[in-house]
Every structure is written in C-alpha cells, then in structure tokens.
C-alpha cells in the first residue's frame, strides 16, 4: 500500500528518532507533574510563596515549559529555530505584563481601591491596550521575526488567560506580575532543559543513523 495525501510510510529511522524522542518527553511529563514540581510547591509554600493549597493557580505552572516542545515540533523539529521560541515566547510574557498594568491604569483600579471613582470599564481598558500589543506582533514580524513571531502569540494567549482574575484585586499588580514572573522562570529553565533533551537525542541519533548507514555503503562497495 503506497503512500497518499494523508497516510505515509516513515522509515526506520524517522520511527527510531520520533520514539525516542516520545519516552523522553514522558519521562519529562511524569517527573515534572509526579514529582519536581509537586517538590518545588512544597518548598516555596513552606516558604510563604504560594498559598496552603499547591494545586491552585499559585502552584509553579507547567505549562510554559511545555509549549516550548509543541511550538519546536510546529517549527519542523530545526534545532536553528530555538531562538524564535525564546526571544518570542519571553517577549509574549512580558506582553502580558504589560497587558495587565496598562489596563490596571487605564482602569482606575488604584483609585477605585482607594474609593474613588474608577475612570474604564475593563473593555473599554483593554481595547487599546491589546490593539498596540497585537500591531506590534504582527507588523513587526515582517521586519524582526525571531522576536515578533507565532511563539510571542502563543505566551501573549497562555499568560494572559488567567489576567481577568487579578482586576479586582487590591494587590493584583504584584500578585499578576509574580504569576507570570513564575511563568517565565518554568519556561526559561525547565523549557531549556526540555528542549535541549529533545535535540540532543534528535542530533545523536541521526549521527549514529548516518554512520550505520556509511558503514554499510562502504562494506557493500568492498564486496
């Protein structure tokens, strides 16, 4: 049965590097959830870091670290890319930052837990606020792609989905930006180390495939 448009055959050695690469994202997963993670929350909970409850919003998001391998696939699994995943998803978190205190202010929230008259109301607030953050993402791609690309859009989403809960918040601002400063750190660190695992084990073996298959040439040519 030959290929067709939707089903193809991969090789061998397309199946041995795709397997490889899928244990080690398991090992990731299960480690990260079952057991790192869980340890980091008890650690800064002890701390006064988080709140008593580490399965909330407050415990250290994994999330960030995760979509670093997702957009590496999108990008056709090219080590040379890693840098638009970087510099794109860091400028995505700190679009949410300032997101949210462009908003704030905009807003009046300062004032209003004050007791003073508030000045926006959030859709009226966030309008221009994202129109300025989009425009920049979006035509400045045709001038900086490393930066202005599908991995900024993809943090700018991500971090901002849990934004809304932070408005009527007195602290909200300091509790926000700790949120997506935790955000930063799991994508930085634990994607790096995600990532750096998936192209190291990509690059190995298809040096090894690459030498099997020199050897067998040359033994064959040696016939």
Do not use: H
Not at 97 to 116: D, I, K, N, Y
Request: with cysteine; charged share 10%.
């Amino acid at each position: 049965m030959g290929e067709s448009k939707f089903l193809k055959k991969p090789d061998s050695g397309t199946v041995l590097v795709t397997g490889a690469i899928f244990i080690w994202v398991f090992i990731v997963n299960v480690a990260t959830v079952s057991f790192i993670f869980p340890a980091i929350d008890a650690v800064l909970t002890a701390g006064g870091k988080f709140f008593p409850n580490t399965y909330n919003a407050w415990s250290t998001p994994t999330w960030p670290m995760f979509f670093v391998t997702i957009l590496y696939f999108i990008m056709g699994n090219d080590p040379k890319r890693s840098l638009e995943i970087f510099l794109g998803g860091t400028f995505g978190l700190l679009s949410c930052l300032f997101l949210f205190w462009a908003t704030w202010q905009l807003m009046g929230q300062s004032a209003v837990f004050r007791g003073e008259p508030g000045l926006l109301s959030f859709p009226i607030a966030f309008i221009p606020v994202i129109f300025v953050i989009l425009g920049v993402i979006i035509l400045g791609g045709a001038w900086l792609p490393v930066i202005f690309n599908n991995a900024a859009f993809t943090y700018l989403i991500a971090g901002s989905i849990s934004l809304g809960k932070f408005f009527y918040t007195p602290n909200g601002v300091e509790l926000y930006f700790r949120e997506i400063g935790n955000n930063f750190l799991v994508f930085l660190i634990g994607g790096g180390i995600f990532l750096l695992g998936c192209i190291y084990i990509q690059k190995a073996l298809i040096a090894w495939l690459t030498a099997k298959a020199i050897k067998a040439a040359a033994a064959a040519q040696g016939k």
